[in-house]
């Protein structure tokens, strides 16, 4: 069965986990593409805000609904992120909710679930964003209303590599995944966003997933992180 607290410690988020690390650079005479990409692959940005979502995973004849909200810290390549799932009801079985905490900070990631015991291991191996913004390529596809802000929308024109988005989460496949990043004019990151669908496989039952999500970037500055007492 596919509980909360099992797709939370499963599915990594490992998007939101290593997904911006740029800085706040005096703009110039260069083009929003260009400045957004020296502020997202630069190595002191630090960056604050909501993390939202949905998502959703159909297997053995049932489908699973979550909505996903929490908050989302980076600064330079330590991350925090709070997770909150809330599982819809299904005819079997009764709606939930699965609290996650994640901290990356040096070498070490801290993790613990609905409140308990942090458990630390080792940082994982995941494609950095400088490699990733290369790969996927952006292209800006105008001005829209997002995050309660006129910004452009920078989507990605090639597949986002699976070890940026899941980590090293093990049982992925069939990836069909999309990164959209909003900038200001300047060429400021103010969030992205991640949707898709992939198959999971979770204790031996594969299930077809489709999820959004995505961070805003409320604060770009004051930013603190730190190893959690344990």
Known sequence: MFSSASIA?????AVLAVAV??????????????????KITA????AAGALTGSYSVAAAGVTYSATITGTEKIKGQD??????????????????????????????????SDGGTWTKTARGSETDIKTVV??????????????????????????????FIFGDTTGISD???TLTFWAKDDG??????????YTQDMSGTSGAVTISMEVS??????VDISAPSM
Do not use: W
């Not at 410690?9 to 988020?13: K, T």
């Not at 190595?43 to 630090?46: C, K, P, Y």
């Not at 400021?188 to 669908?197: E, I, K, L, S, W």
């Open 175 to 177: 990836t069909n995944m």
């Open 188 to 197: 400021t990151p103010a969030g992205m966003t991640m949707a898709g669908t």
């Open 21 to 38: 690390v740029g800085s706040v650079a005096a703009c110039g005479s260069k083009s929003l593409m260009d400045n957004f990409t020296d």
């Open 9 to 13: 410690r499963r599915f990594g988020l």
């Open 79 to 112: 991350t925090s992120q709070e997770m909150t799932m809330s599982m819809a009801a299904t005819d079997s079985t009764p709606a939930s909710t699965s609290e996650t905490d994640t901290i990356t900070v040096g070498d070490s990631t801290y993790t613990r």
């Open 134 to 163: 290369s790969q996927v390529g952006l292209t800006d596809k105008g001005v829209e209303s997002h995050f309660g802000q006129q910004l452009h929308r920078l989507e990605s024109t090639k597949p986002v590599p699976d070890s």
């Open 43 to 46: 190595s002191d940005f630090q």
């Open 217 to 222: 970037f409320d604060t770009l500055s004051g």
